[in-house]
DNA sequence: CTTGGCACTCGGGAACACTGAGTGCCAGAC
DNA sequence: GTCTGGCACTCAGTGTTCCCGAGTGCCAAG
């Protein structure tokens, strides 16, 4: 269908554009890129693959743009994931390494991989679901209010005012602890549900109306609230590209829902996604695509992270990027 | 110096460019706004406030246009604070009122004012150093691990991972523990250094190693990593506004020092401040104005927030806005 | 001090022509 | 059959010119 040299053809038209952002026409292609042909043989080339749908025109007589389509094949078949330099790779491990907690982990992850890409960088917090309890902690702030502080193997700390139906002792919320401490260490937070169900059950009856209040809290703040938080950086990258509208893209990243979704499910181990224009899930986002990958410590996903550019991205940078960082973060995760 | 009337016409001149976007000439503006008098005269008093420099023509023979110095003049005397209507107080109230925890009153209110004034909204996370300690946790994790937990009385949890040069037993930890709590519980945290200095010297030899580490650890967070963290929300409502450089803005915007200095100090009494175009530190932000105020619970302030937007706002209701969201979120964090 | 009148200015839009990059197609060469 | 050079054609973008009208400044009269 499409021999050797239109596939090397579509490359050049992609690469070309990428870099100049102008339609790119035949004569120009054919000395750039030395391909041997001629101008005219470049273009009946172009003419089959236009028939295609790989590239367009803008207008006639213009040069030829990837379609999204185009961009697919391109990324599928045409290119190789660029490694990051040497000097790169450094600056990403010097940089995380700093890190002080989890927060801080998160807040130069994303910007890091905005600067180094030049693109908006999103990436979501480590899945409560995913990860699981290392501790549980009372602190009794009042007669009758006690804070429920959750800490996660991730580094994340869920942290709960609670309002008690009466008032507790101090050795009553001990026990408590104590009883949940040795119920749900290393727990899936997605199993704690379950693993608490019976416990008031082993308590004096006295302590249960405050054990249930806390639990119910308690799940509400790890189950219910799957508040898989997502921050964003760079989007000062994205002004001076009118390919793409600024302020849809904008509104996107900032509801969480839809940002969520562009991520993409955590899929099978941490794979390279990419999502090239109308490929992706939101209307407002033609025009652009997100590249995505899953990280996690070990190998168990803990959540995504990726960058959102114009469709015309530098994919191969932009794909070494992400999974680069992806992987060191995942790793900076495992060893904390 | 400038009458009565020529007051009225600067006033006039900044209502009308910042309702149409575009220069008023002095027709429209005597029809408009019934003075009582003609355009010619109208224009002489436009001379006469060119001339002071509180109005100026973005070229000849075009309309008037508002300088820095006329909306100074207009917010500082020819306006009144518009307050909000019923409906937007009662809106508000319930949705900050749906508030679990801090994070969760922080995120509600910068989007809630990036809504109501459809600009972008700044809000400052409560400042640690002016609040005080509620309480003190350690969470043994593993035999020379602890983590630190620290919750103010804003409801501000901080967290991180100490190591510890010796093994430890659970009794000593809890003994510190107990020891720290006596001495900084409601202790504002830029006294805990002074407070806390003598404390190794009253625990028995042994514990001292771990003591100090903690100590250290626990000052690192609270004192020197002043990262007054901020969020803003509403980004995209600067898109579409080309009187503003937007790129200038938001990497503004990403840059949390900048952020902080535009907020500006706290100063007396949660006053509101307003920062018209070239009067902010910032020179990226000429084109823009910043809208802050303070807030806090009680009246000692905490932090700040507010709304940065384009020169040519409505200033009045912004303010209101402001002022009244600043107000609530003082409530709530009092409240709870 | 205010007002109507008047000449002047100049940004912005419409009409127009020109240029050049790029195309499609065809006939001839390999 | 595939490639190539040649050629006529298209059309976005640019520059030029022209004109309109909103808006101004100034002046003399009320």
Redesign the interface.
Known sequence: MLDERKLAVLRAVVEDFVSTNEPVGSKALAERHNLGVSPATVRNDMAVLEEQGYITQPHTSAGRVPTDKGYRLFVDRLSQIKPLSAAERRAIETFLAGA??LDDVVTRTVRLLAQLTRQVAVVQYPSLIRSTV??V?L?P?AERRI?L?V?TNT?R?E???VDLPDVVADDQVAHLRALLNACLDGCRLGRVAETVADLPERLPEGDRPMATTILSVLLETLVE?HDEKIVF????N???DFSVG??EV??A??EQVVLMRLLGEANDHSALTVRIGSENPYSGLHGTSIVAAGYGSGDNELARLGVLGPTRMDYPVTMGAVRAVARYVGQILAG?
Chains 1, 2 share one sequence.
């Open positions: 002080v907690d290392r501790h902690e602190v702030l804070m502080v800490i580094g700390v942290q709960r005012v609230r950086a760079g989007a000062a994205l002004a001076g600024l302020r904008l509104e990243l900032e904390s």
